[in-house]
Nanobody
Framework: QVQVVESGGGLVQAGGSLRLSCAAS????????MGWYRQAPGKQRELVAI???????NYADSVKGRFTISSDNAKNTVYLQMNSLKPDDTAVYYC????????WGQGTQVTVSS
């Protein structure tokens, strides 16, 4: 079993920045990658960024150049640095540990005002 807890959401003006944190615990050895997803009301949950165990990263086209995913191995923690935020970035952001299935965090609200 893997437990995932994310934090760092909040209210920010358009053009501002936030950094989200995601701490994983439990059966860390089973994790292949960590990902950030987001879901806005009435919208499908979508992948924002992932980082694999090998360190490769991938981003949704909508956030490339603005968001950066990174990791701290000692803390079993991944981060999502979000810059140049737009109102369309408003969503609940979820961290997931990718093993044989996705282990989801509880979500953290990000609201970007115009």
């Amino acid at each position: 079993q893997v437990q995932v807890v994310e934090s760092g959401g909040g209210l920010v003006q358009a053009g501002g920045s936030l950094r989200l944190s995601c701490a994983a615990s439990g059966s860390i050895f089973s994790i292949n990658a960590m990902g950030w997803y987001r879901q806005a009301p009435g919208k499908q949950r979508e992948l924002v960024a992932i980082v694999t165990r090998g360190g490769t990263t991938n981003y949704a086209d909508s956030v490339k150049g603005r968001f950066t995913i990174s990791s701290d191995n000692a803390k079993n923690t991944v981060y999502l640095q979000m810059n140049s935020l737009k109102p369309d970035d408003t969503a609940v952001y979820y961290c997931a540990a990718l093993a044989s299935r996705h282990y989801w965090g509880q979500g953290t609200q990000v609201t970007v005002s115009s």
